[in-house]
T-cell receptor, first 114, second 113 residues
Framework: QKEVEQDPGPLSVPEGAIVSLNCTYS??????FMWYRQYSRKGPELLMY????GNKEDGRFTAQVDKSSKYISLFIRDSQPSDSATYLC??????????????FGRGTQLTVWP | ETGVTQTPRHLVMGMTNKKSLKCEQH?????MYWYKQSAKKPLELMFV???????ENNSVPSRFSPECPNSSHLFLHLHTLQPEDSALYLC????????????FGPGTRLTVL
């Protein structure tokens, strides 16, 4: 079983739609959860970071973590064509130690059309 | 993104060639990473350097050889690669081995013929 599962898509939505991106994971030790955005021909950039369960909101983006279900989500409200990118989920069990490595999903390719 | 630079951006090489990828970070970080990104696969962590010491090597074939001469520079030396090694190679850095603070470079798109 893979550590992190993420549907690669592609996902295509009209401008203004609410987008929901999800990942599931198997390791109950994960407690740091991240979403990265990767534009074409660029490296990933950190978009959202959450610790343990709960919600975190930043502008049009909301990250949710449900540790009981081992399920994380990223919601994008009022999606824009500039949101078109690949979104990678990532997670880790520990901070600042030799065990502090990131486990990534495959990424979901999102296109927002005008 | 200019905090971490990678050269070259594109590289085409034959299976018998020797080439090197270069990464430079301008962020004052002390940990650097090499990742491999293949289509439809998760990012694969290859090597981790912390304070110029290799602290992790995830069963990477010996045809990939990293070098970290100082905390700002990281190299990946390539020799006798296989076509399945074609991928995007990403460099990242962080202020410590804190997983949530990794900054990525733009990557080198490698094609092995």
């Amino acid at each position: 079983q893979k550590e992190v599962e993420q549907d690669p898509g592609p996902l295509s939505v009209p401008e203004g739609a609410i987008v929901s991106l999800n990942c599931t994971y198997s390791n109950s030790a994960f407690q740091y959860f991240m979403w990265y955005r990767q534009y074409s021909r660029k490296g990933p950039e950190l978009l959202m970071y959450t610790y343990s369960s709960g919600n975190k909101e930043d502008g049009r983006f909301t990250a949710q973590v449900d540790k009981s279900s081992k399920y994380i989500s990223l919601f994008i409200r009022d999606s824009q064509p500039s949101d078109s990118a690949t979104y990678l989920c990532a997670m880790s069990a520990f901070r600042g130690s030799t065990l502090g490595r990131l486990y990534f999903g495959r990424g979901t390719q999102l296109t927002v059309w005008p | 993104e200019t905090g971490v630079t990678q050269t070259p951006r594109h590289l085409v090489m034959g299976m018998t060639n020797k080439k090197s990828l270069k990464c430079e970070q301008h962020l004052g970080h002390n940990a650097m990473y090499w990742y491999k990104q293949s289509a439809k696969k998760p990012l694969e962590l290859m090597f981790v350097y912390s304070l110029e010491e290799r602290v992790e090597n995830n069963s990477v074939p010996s045809r990939f050889s990293p070098e970290c001469p100082n905390s700002s520079h990281l190299f990946l030396h390539l020799h006798t690669l296989q076509p399945e090694d074609s991928a995007l190679y990403l460099c990242a850095s962080s202020p410590d081995r804190l997983p949530d603070t990794q900054y990525f470079g733009p990557g080198t798109r490698l094609t092995v013929l």
